[in-house]
Every structure is written in structure tokens, then in C-alpha cells.
């Protein structure tokens, strides 16, 4: 976790080098809201695991540029989330996804095609990719990491660790 930067520092957090837990607060969403990000500039695969929070509450994995272009993809308890930013042009869609896990393991992979980012559950062996991204800016490095969002009134505590980084061979 060394190598991640808060983009959107919640008030209340910590961090060492296994694990990252922070209280989210009301109201935040993409890119103001928490964002934990690193930087690469070659081809790896990532994995990390993150709590899914309860329904109208995301968490999952951004890979960003500027404010003006990013995308998303995440989980809460009840539905799947994809944000894209393009230029100031911002799309959200949302997708019913019910699920009693408290947790998920994202995948990142990065690789001459372009950023693909997926998700399992700790009992599946099979990634569900969700998301395959060309962000204009990154093709050089990109910034990668979790975010949390809390569209309610009250503050949830959200989680990430078992952060696997492997550098891929060309």
C-alpha cells in the first residue's frame, strides 16, 4: 500500500502497508469522493480485495487520468455500478446485482489491449469481467485503485487488503 496516494482523502482513515480501512462519508461520489491510487507504467494484473457496501453505496476499482477522464466499475449490496468520464462527459449506469458476500476480489489487468477490470466472489474460481477500458492519456502510465462512494446521509466504514501486483511479460 506504499505506493497508493489519496486522491479525495476521507477525514478519517488508516493505512500501513497490508490493508487501507476508511469511514465514508454522505454525499461523496466520483472523482471527489475517497480514491486510492497508485501508478503504472507497465503491464501488470492486480488483485485486491474490497467490502461491498449496502445498497446505494459502492465501492470498487477507478482507473483515472484527470477529473475530466476516468472510469469505474463497482459493487454495493444490491447492484453493479460503471462510471465513465470522457472529456468532462460523465455517464454512470447501474445494473441489479444482489449478492450476500461482504466482500470482492478485483482484478486488473493491463496489457497491450488496453485496462480489463472484473470481479469474483471468494467461492468463485472465475473472474466476471465487467469492463474493458482505452482511456485517452494513459497509454504511456496509468492511475489505478479503489473508491468508495456513499450517496446517503450517514457515514459507513469500507475496507481493502490482499493486494496481489504482478508485473506482466510483453
Request: with cysteine; charged share 20%; proline share 4%.
Amino acid at each position: 500500500m506504499r505506493d497508493f496516494h489519496w486522491l479525495g482523502k476521507p477525514r478519517t482513515y488508516k493505512k500501513d502497508h497490508q490493508m487501507v480501512s476508511l469511514e465514508v462519508d454522505g454525499h461523496t461520489c466520483l472523482p471527489s469522493g475517497p480514491l486510492l491510487l497508485a501508478v503504472s507504467d507497465e503491464y501488470f494484473c492486480c488483485d485486491a480485495t474490497l467490502s461491498i457496501p449496502k445498497k446505494d453505496n459502492f465501492g470498487g476499482i477507478c482507473i483515472y487520468h484527470l477529473d475530466s477522464c476516468y472510469a469505474a466499475v463497482g459493487l454495493s449490496s444490491d447492484a453493479l455500478e460503471v462510471h465513465t468520464c470522457i472529456s468532462g462527459f460523465a455517464n454512470r449506469s447501474c445494473f441489479g446485482s444482489s449478492s450476500e458476500a461482504e466482500e470482492a476480489i478485483w482484478t486488473i489487468k493491463r496489457d497491450a489491449q488496453g485496462v480489463a477490470v472484473g470481479y469474483r466472489f471468494a467461492q468463485d474460481d472465475e473472474v466476471r469481467w465487467v469492463s474493458n477500458i482505452h482511456l485517452p492519456g494513459c497509454e504511456l502510465s496509468l492511475s489505478f485503485g479503489p473508491y468508495f462512494t456513499n450517496a446517503g446521509d450517514t457515514k459507513y466504514t469500507a475496507s481493502m487488503y490482499a493486494l496481489r501486483y504482478a508485473k506482466q511479460e510483453v
